[in-house]
């Protein structure tokens, strides 16, 4: 039905930066709340950063001033800058979507999806 597919994840270094980026496909009327999510070992899974349709935005304490969120709804892609990496911020990052299902050319129920993550490491 939908499929979210996350990319950009890596190795890097403290202090450097990495873009993470979430593609949306398959039978989507429209895209409502985004976010990024992340789990590292042994730790659940805690919100990173989130996005509405119409640009609202909202950030883990954690990393204000360091992350930034984006949309393209046109392309149905989000993104994550994500800049001053520390080695806290390693995890593997999650997309996730609340999407309103297009069948039959018509608007049908809304679901949440996850995509299957990216893994991001940072070294001291």
């Known amino acids: 039905q939908v499929q979210l597919v996350e990319s950009g994840g890596g190795l890097v270094q403290a202090g450097g930066s990495l873009r993470l980026s979430c593609a949306a496909s398959g039978s989507i009327f429209s895209i409502h709340a985004m976010g990024w999510y992340r789990q590292a070992p042994g730790k659940q899974r805690e919100l990173v950063a989130t996005?509405?349709?119409?640009?609202?935005?909202n950030y883990a304490d954690s990393v204000k001033g360091r992350f930034t969120i984006s949309r393209d709804n046109a392309k149905n892609t989000m993104h994550l800058q994500m800049d001053s990496l520390k080695p806290e911020d390693t995890a593997r990052y999650y997309c996730?979507?609340?999407?309103?299902?297009?069948?039959?050319?018509?608007?049908?129920?809304?679901?949440?999806?996850w995509g299957q993550g990216t893994q991001v490491t940072v070294s001291s």
């Open positions: 996730n979507a609340d999407v309103t299902l297009l069948r039959v050319g018509a608007p049908f129920g809304q679901y949440n999806y």
């Open positions: 996005i509405t349709s119409g640009g609202s935005t």
